[in-house]
């Protein structure tokens, strides 16, 4: 049995806060900033590796964070949470996500039934259906292909698959396995369903309407938007949709679709991307066999986060070193920032992730902590980041810790060789440089051109995006936030922060509104 204890209460947090601070511009300089760059680095899944050479620890730091790790039980608590334990406990519910790519532990049997199993059927489901419509055998009423796929969600049911498909189109395209081209329609405004409805030929398309509660305003208003583009070219809506939903949503048993495909209420929104939620729309797009290659790179680092031996166990280290930037050093925000144009919406997935999880003011019993939990994350590609906020990373009063990633080869494998370089070299060359000045810093007379460096970072280097690196990549993260979670003693599982707004909202379109609501109501012209 795990002890749920707030960080506050670990002997090992006081003792973390009391080691020596590392200077990070003086151990990252010369000879052993060198041997540092080459030590400092775990080897993750698909010839990914976590570098944390420029992180601000050192082995005193490091051998406090591994006695956190273990009086915080981090792999006892993941242990639990894989073999099926009710982790989410605000909702009552078990935590399954890991299980949609592979069994790290004991079978887990929920509502009667084996859930590895359920998911996997569910998978089968999904690459049959999808074989089908590439195959030609399901069409439209016209009996013609279907060209295009577009994607009705919001939030879990639309960042992550989004992200990932703008990740692994390019890749598709070019080693052909591009089946269909994906889009997506989100936001309630009605110039995203048109700008998307004007932008495809709705008689060649098939929309997956994603909602995993099936009662989401948004989604359901756009699926209305669409129903209605369809019946205004004179086509059977039905014949043009699917659903991705919970099987008790009032979406589930509907004739309005094609087909159903499902998960369940033990995966998150936020890590459904692995489930038919990311499965529908990227076996589509890619075809099964790449959404299948994606959940072999999760699986893979799922099973490095199993890894008892902190140093080596790439999502706890990167999480015990955020709590430490966090707690300990007092820094309030991280950046992503992936030198990949492949992963330009990455990081919009990683803000739900990280910040629906771990931004909690209360302890997994709902009482108060008493210290700092979920940073503000945000971020975007290098090099456009470098040209926009870098300037307050490098001189700003706040020190924001960053998580590069980068990759040695580019996906279209097309380059030109500018003034004895290529831009991928430039891109990677950007990369190495930005991390070392933002450690060393560089002294100046003139204090509006000094940097004062210290500033920490990390980098995950691979050497391409494929499906295997996307996966193992999305896993840390969805890992690392989750041992951040236990050791915040937060429930990184339910998201009761986001119901008030939704509630307000519904009283503003029912007019009972009074006060400031119904002054902003009446000057949005409500
Ligand atoms: O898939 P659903 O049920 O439509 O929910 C969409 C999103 O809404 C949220 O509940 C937040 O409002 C997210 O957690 C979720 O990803």
């Known amino acids: 049995m795990v002890t749920w204890n707030n960080l506050d209460k670990l002997a090992s947090f006081e003792e973390l806060k009391k080691v020596e601070r590392v200077n990070l511009a003086e151990v990252m300089s010369g000879e052993n900033g060198a041997e540092r760059v080459k030590s400092y680095s775990v080897p993750m899944a698909e010839g990914l590796a976590y570098n944390y050479a420029a992180k601000q620890v050192n082995e005193d730091v490091l051998a406090t964070l591994v006695k ?99 990740a692994l189109e390019n890749w598709a395209k070019k080693n052909g396995c591009f089946k269909m081209e994906a889009k997506f329609i989100s936001n309630v405004d009605p110039d995203d369903a048109a700008a998307v409805l004007n932008s495809i030929d709705v008689a060649h398309s098939i929309f997956v309407l994603v909602s995993k509660s099936g009662t989401t305003l948004e989604t359901l208003t756009n699926e209305s938007f669409v129903k209605d583009a369809l019946k205004n070219a004179g086509l059977d809506a039905s014949k043009h949709m699917i659903a991705v939903t919970s099987e008790t949503s009032p979406l589930a048993k509907s004739d309005d679709y094609l087909a159903a495909f499902f998960m369940d209420d033990y995966i998150g929104g936020r890590y459904s991307s692995t489930s038919a939620v990311g499965g529908a729309v990227l076996s589509l797009a890619f075809g099964p066999e790449v959404f299948a290659a994606f959940l072999e790179g999760a699986a893979a680092e799922d099973k490095l986060s199993a890894n008892k031996d902190v140093l080596q166990n790439p999502e706890m280290l990167d999480a015990l070193i955020g709590v430490y930037e966090r707690n300990v050093l007092g820094y309030p925000s991280t950046a992503v920032l992936p030198y990949s144009q492949a992963l330009n919406r990455f990081p919009a997935h990683l803000q739900q992730v990280d910040m629906e999880s771990n931004g909690k003011s209360v302890n997994r019993f709902g009482e108060p902590v008493n210290y700092p939990t979920g940073p503000v994350l945000f971020g975007e590609p290098g090099t456009n980041g470098q040209h926009s906020f870098y300037q ?17 080869n580019n996906q279209m494998e097309t380059d030109v060789d500018i003034q004895g370089s290529t831009s991928q070299q430039k891109l990677c060359a950007n990369v190495a440089a930005q991390i070392v000045a933002f450690a060393c810093g560089k002294a100046d007379e003139n204090k509006n051109k000094n940097f004062e460096g210290g500033r920490p970072s990390s980098i995950i280097i691979g050497d391409q995006v494929n499906p295997k690196t996307l996966g193992a990549l999305l896993a840390h993260f969805e890992n690392k936030i989750m041992f951040q979670g236990f050791l915040w003693n937060v429930n990184s599982f339910d998201q009761e922060g986001v119901q008030l707004g939704k509630v307000l909202a519904k009283r503003v379109l029912a007019h009972e509104t009074d006060g400031a609501l119904k002054v902003f109501s009446d000057l949005l012209n409500i």
């Open 68 to 166: 956190l790790a273990e009086e915080a039980q981090l792999s006892e608590k993941f242990e639990e949470l894989y073999n099926g334990a009710v982790i989410n406990t605000g909702e009552n519910r078990l935590v399954l996500h890991q299980l949609t790519r592979g069994q790290l532990g004991n079978t887990v049997t929920a509502d009667g039934v084996d859930k590895r199993a359920f998911y996997v059927e569910q998978q089968n489901r999904i690459a049959e259906f999808a074989n089908k419509v590439h195959a030609g055998e399901i069409t439209n009423a016209a009996g013609e292909k279907f060209t295009t796929v577009v994607q009705i969600g919001i939030g879990g049911s639309d960042l992550g698959p989004r992200a990932m498909y703008l």
């Open 392 to 408: 307050l990373l490098h001189q700003g009063t706040d020190i924001v810790p960053l998580q590069f990633v980068g990759f040695r």
